[in-house]
């Protein structure tokens, strides 16, 4: 599939964002999907993922209780609700999907196929 994320922006500590990654190409439905972020000079690092269905939800121990993932099949789009953003959220987001995805191995991005082109968030203090 291919994936265009959007919604990134600057918004002030404690502020919130919605990141919205839309697919087209393939039948999106089938496909489990994440999130990722990479901040300069650090390695790209898993936030959250979705199962096909969205009955399985995963988060990173840094953003649980903050960011919120979900998905609607019908519009082809996963969502990442970021809340109490904080200014070391600051990264590049990245959405991905991969129709094999085991759920053992949701925080690897070598485990995902295809990328978006990722957007930027930037949280200032």
């Known amino acids: 599939v291919q994936l265009q994320a959007s919604g990134g922006g600057l918004v002030q500590a404690g502020g919130s964002l919605t990141l919205s990654c839309v697919a087209s190409?393939?039948?999106?439905?089938?496909?489990?999907a994440g999130w990722f972020r990479q901040a300069p000079g650090k390695e790209r690092e898993f936030v959250a993922a979705?199962?096909?269905?969205?009955?399985?939800?995963y988060y990173a121990d840094s953003v649980k209780g903050r960011f919120t993932i979900s998905r609607d099949n019908a519009k082809n789009t996963v969502f990442l609700q970021m809340n109490s953003l904080k200014p070391e959220d600051t990264a590049v987001y990245y959405c991905?999907?991969?129709?094999?995805?085991?759920?053992?191995?949701?925080?690897?991005?070598?485990?995902?196929?295809?990328w978006g082109q990722g957007t930027q968030v930037t949280v200032s203090s």
């Open positions: 190409g393939r039948t999106f439905s089938s496909y489990a």
């Open positions: 991905a999907a991969d129709p094999y995805l085991d759920s053992n191995y949701v925080t690897r991005p070598s485990e995902y196929d295809d």
């Open positions: 979705i199962s096909w269905g969205g009955s399985r939800t």
